[in-house]
């Protein structure tokens, strides 16, 4: 079993930075490809970033040139650094990761969750 832990969440002003991290453990093997996804109160959860087995991109258009997401295999770990923050960013964000375990079955795992809020 292959659990995610996101971290890195908290309260910053409009224009800062944050940089959210998402820590695979258990019986991984590999962090094939991975996303990050957000829900504000009242809204649907929806894509932010992603990142195929392949290592390329796609973002939300609301999030284009601010976020980055990356993956970081040895460390099987996966980021999302976001710049000039907005309090319309304002959500929980959660990771999303597919890929192998030790027994090479495929996983498809959520994290809890980290509360970003945006606000001066």
């Known amino acids: 079993q292959v659990q995610l832990v996101e971290s890195g969440g908290g309260l910053v002003q409009p224009g800062g930075s944050l940089r959210l991290s998402c820590a695979a453990s258990g019986s991984i093997f590999s962090i094939n490809a991975g996303a990050w996804y957000r829900q504000a109160p009242g809204k649907q959860r929806e894509l932010v970033a992603a990142i195929t087995s392949g290592g390329s991109t796609n973002y939300a258009d609301s999030v284009k040139g601010r976020f980055t997401v990356s993956r970081d295999n040895p460390k099987n770990t996966l980021s999302l650094q976001m710049n000039s923050l907005k309090p319309e960013d304002t959500a929980v964000y959660y990771c999303?990761?597919?890929?192998?375990?030790?027994?090479?079955?495929?996983?498809?795992?959520w994290g809890q969750g980290t509360q970003v809020t945006v606000s001066s």
């Open positions: 999303n990761a597919q890929g192998f375990d030790r027994k090479l079955y495929e996983y498809d795992s």
